[in-house]
């Protein structure tokens, strides 16, 4: 099956800084890696996705990167604010199922 | 549309009663998913359903879980007997049918199980 790894757990940056978050998987017939962001108590809600025919993504802020040849692939998030403080979690898919990554949880400095 | 549905979004009970979760997916979608949260394991899948049939099973922990969905319309995830190890938010997601081959999965505001 997929084995989805996911790094830092932890991250902290001063707002206005740039966060990195990087995720590896094993299986190379996954072909959609969507990215989700759960704030404290609440559900995990999608945020930006990447399928495999495409190299990067952006959305404003928010950018994936995706490499297909290495099996990783990377969430950017530019310009942080307070309010993206949440936890991440990056998955890989192949079909309906997804297998998520352990979570990041970032924290931005005011 | 309301999204995915949950009750109850907090339970408390007591170790070796039966707990029962429900969860109503969004209208049209076809697959339904049971994942379990906790701080030390994550987001851990534990069944998942496609056409109100289940297709993989393999996440469910023991046999004290199980989970049915008799509908499009409705699942339940139910405990039976609970021990304290069972403490996690219970999240249920749906997602539609194929578009080309990807499918985001919704969830649903989850259920905070605690176990005495």
């Not at chain 1, 962001?37 to 945020?47: A, F, S, T, W, Y």
């Not at chain 1, 936890?87 to 970032?106: E, I, K, P």
């Not at chain 2, 999204?3 to 209208?27: A, D, N, W, Y």
């Not at chain 2, 259920?111 to 005495?116: C, D, S």
Request: charged content about 20%; aromatic content about 10%; glycine content about 6%.
């Amino acid at each position: 099956g997929e084995n989805v790894e996911q790094h830092p757990s932890t991250l902290s940056v001063q707002e206005g800084d740039s966060a990195v978050i990087k995720c590896t998987y094993s299986d190379s017939a996954s072909n959609y890696f969507p990215w989700y962001k759960q704030e404290l108590g609440k559900r995990p809600q999608l945020i930006i996705d990447i399928r495999s025919n495409v190299g990067e993504k952006k959305d404003q802020r928010i950018a994936v990167t995706l490499n297909k040849t290495a099996k990783h692939f990377s969430l950017h998030i530019t310009e942080t604010q307070p309010e993206d403080s949440a936890v991440y979690f990056c998955a890989a898919s192949r079909g309906n199922q997804f297998y998520f990554g352990t979570g990041t949880s970032l924290t931005v400095i005011p | 549309d309301a999204g995915v549905i949950q009750s109850p979004r907090h339970e408390v009970t007591e170790m070796g009663q039966e707990v029962t979760l429900r969860c109503k997916p969004i209208s049209g979608h076809n697959s339904l998913f049971w994942y379990r949260q906790t701080m030390m394991r994550g987001l851990e899948l534990l069944i998942y359903f496609n056409n109100n049939v289940p297709i993989d099973d393999s996440g469910m922990p023991e046999d004290r879980f199980s989970a049915k969905m008799p509908n499009a319309s409705f699942s339940t995830l139910k405990i039976q007997p609970s021990e304290p190890r069972d403490s996690a938010v219970y999240f249920c997601a749906s997602s539609p049918p194929n578009r080309g081959r990807y499918n985001e999965q919704f969830f649903g505001p989850g259920t905070r199980l605690t176990v005495l």
